[in-house]
């Protein structure tokens, strides 16, 4: 029957949700400080709400290569944890936090020699030259402070990553709670000057976020180091860095495609919206305002991409091949019908958020037309979210690559940028075909998944 084959039973979902719930809690408070941290900085006006979104974009490639290379490796971890190996899981733990490491200092040495220049590539468009300069001073020391931000995290999502897909979610969830109370406090007191505080702006968000992500990590280390006897993994995991070697190998040639993935495709993101600011130099704040409204809303299928990539990737390692089909499939359906509930949701908050902002009325309006765009394509971007985890969960890296990144940088950028510079229409219709690019790439999704092509038990011959 055709519910039997989309819909589970409520053993399914209650495998499911035990996955999903604490990581979804734990992004949408996340995402919600995030919402408050977005609305102080844009209390204090246009330039700093839009110099720190141009530093945040930038700062987002990074994010994303410390997630390719964590997920990239944790296809092992799940797979491992699957069948019980506990020197597996640590193999892959010690591997994330060199990877991670190494992609740290090098982003850092990189945002800090060129990001006069990278923040300038967005201050282009329609807009007077003291907003560009104001814009561009507001991102440079934005970004300064953040890097140091980038050290902790590193680690954290080492951590955090091992522990999600080792059936730990709780203790991740706790930890980024305190870490964004931390942060809210935080940005209360250093953006606005209260309790004797100067008043920094946007440097305070930057002061209070690389707190939290101080206190975050310590939480984790510390929880993970005295339970030793529920995660044995970390029992000896940072005496020796020692992968044997044709882990090593393997670890690399599953991850490095990953990491290159989401380096590539948050890069080629960043150029977007890089076209979106040449036509007008007010769709930096109008898209920032809408991807603050979209994290928030989309965080329920975002949650269930990272649940697609535990469970199956569980049930892949057991070589149970039917089951991890069946699961794919049902995973598919109910990601899908997320994103439909809360685009939603979206669609209906359109007019009223953007107000929230102490901005101009042409950056509301322009928002306002965004987040309609995001929230009626929200189900288009949960089916393809679950169809790339599915993917990736049977180590298919190479393949994601191609349906993810180098769709963005084969068809999406170019056509943005031709658009951007060739013709004269609106951010607004510009915004609308590059958003609907994504149905393709669900016929693309969907037809890899239909083969099977995803289903390996990696670890078989580990």
Same mark, same amino acid.
């Given at each position: 029957?055709?519910?039997? @084959?989309?819909?589970?039973? @409520?053993?399914?979902?209650?495998?499911?949700?035990?996955?999903?719930?604490?990581?979804?809690?734990?992004?949408?408070?996340?995402?919600?400080?995030?919402?408050? &941290?977005?609305?102080?900085?844009?209390?204090?006006?246009?330039?700093?709400?839009?110099?720190?979104?141009?530093?945040?974009?930038?700062i987002f490639i990074y994010y994303?290569?410390?997630? $390719?290379?964590?997920a990239g490796i944790g296809i092992f971890t799940?797979?491992?944890?699957?069948?019980? &190996?506990? &020197?597996g899981i640590r193999y892959t733990f010690r591997m994330k936090i060199l990877?991670?490491?190494?992609?740290?200092?090098?982003?850092?040495?990189?945002?800090?020699?060129?990001? &006069?220049?990278?923040?300038?590539?967005?201050?282009?468009?329609?807009?007077?030259?003291?907003?560009?300069?104001?814009?561009?001073?507001?991102?440079?020391?934005?970004?300064?402070?953040?890097?140091?931000?980038?050290i902790p995290n590193a680690w954290t999502q080492s951590y955090a990553s091992t522990?999600?897909?080792?059936?730990?979610t709780k203790v991740p969830m706790y930890a980024s709670f305190a870490a964004v109370f931390i942060n809210l406090i935080g940005n209360y007191i250093l953006i606005y000057?209260?309790?004797?505080?100067?008043?920094?702006?946007a440097a305070g968000a930057a002061y209070a976020t690389i707190i939290s992500r101080f206190i975050e990590l310590v939480i984790l280390m510390t929880y993970t180091g005295t339970h030793a006897q529920a995660h044995p993994f970390i029992t000896g995991a940072l005496k020796s860095m020692y992968i044997p070697g044709q882990l090593v190998h393997k670890f690399v040639i599953k991850a490095l495609p990953l990491m290159i993935n989401e380096g590539l495709w948050s890069g080629g993101m960043t150029i977007l919206n890089q076209c979106y600011s040449y036509r007008s130099l007010s769709a930096v704040a109008a898209i920032n305002i809408q991807n603050t409204l979209f994290n928030l809303m989309g965080v329920a299928f975002l949650t269930m991409g990272d649940a697609v990539g535990i469970l199956v990737g569980q049930i892949l390692g057991t070589g149970d091949m039917d089951k991890a089909k069946d699961h794919a499939r049902k995973l598919t359906a109910f990601t899908v019908f997320c994103g439909l509930i809360f685009g939603l949701f979206m669609i209906g908050l359109s007019p009223f958020f953007p107000q929230l902002y102490n901005t101009s009325d042409e950056i509301r309006h322009m928002a306002t037309q965004f987040i309609i765009i995001a929230g009626v394509l929200m189900p288009v971007n949960a089916y393809a979210h679950a169809t790339y985890f599915i993917?990736?969960?049977? $180590?298919?890296?190479?393949?994601?690559?191609?349906?993810?990144?180098?769709?963005?940088?084969?068809?999406?950028?170019?056509?943005?940028?031709?658009?951007?510079r060739y013709t004269d229409l609106d951010v607004t219709r510009m915004l609308i075909i590059?958003?609907?690019?994504?149905?393709? @790439?669900?016929?693309?999704?969907?037809?890899?998944? @239909?083969k099977g092509i995803w289903a390996r038990n990696l670890i078989a011959d580990a």
């Open positions: 029957m055709l519910k039997n @084959k989309y819909i589970g039973d @409520k053993a399914f979902y209650k495998t499911v949700l035990a996955i999903a719930v604490p990581i979804m809690i734990q992004n949408a408070i996340s995402n919600f400080v995030g919402l408050l &941290d977005n609305l102080m900085i844009g209390r204090v006006g246009t330039n700093a709400l839009s110099g720190v979104a141009i530093a945040n974009q930038l994303l290569l410390v997630f $390719g290379a964590a799940a797979q491992y944890h699957g069948v019980g &190996d506990t &020197d990877a991670n490491t190494l992609i740290t200092i090098a982003s850092v040495l990189i945002l800090y020699i060129f990001g &006069d220049t990278l923040i300038s590539l967005f201050l282009e468009g329609e807009g007077t030259a003291s907003d560009a300069a104001e814009t561009l001073s507001i991102g440079r020391t934005y970004m300064n402070i953040m890097l140091i931000g980038l522990l999600r897909e080792t059936g730990e000057g209260h309790l004797g505080f100067p008043a920094l702006g993917i990736r969960a049977g $180590g298919r890296t190479g393949i994601t690559m191609v349906f993810d990144s180098c769709f963005v940088w084969v068809i999406s950028v170019p056509l943005a940028f031709f658009l951007s590059i958003q609907s690019l994504e149905i393709i @790439k669900c016929f693309i999704g969907g037809i890899m998944v @239909k």
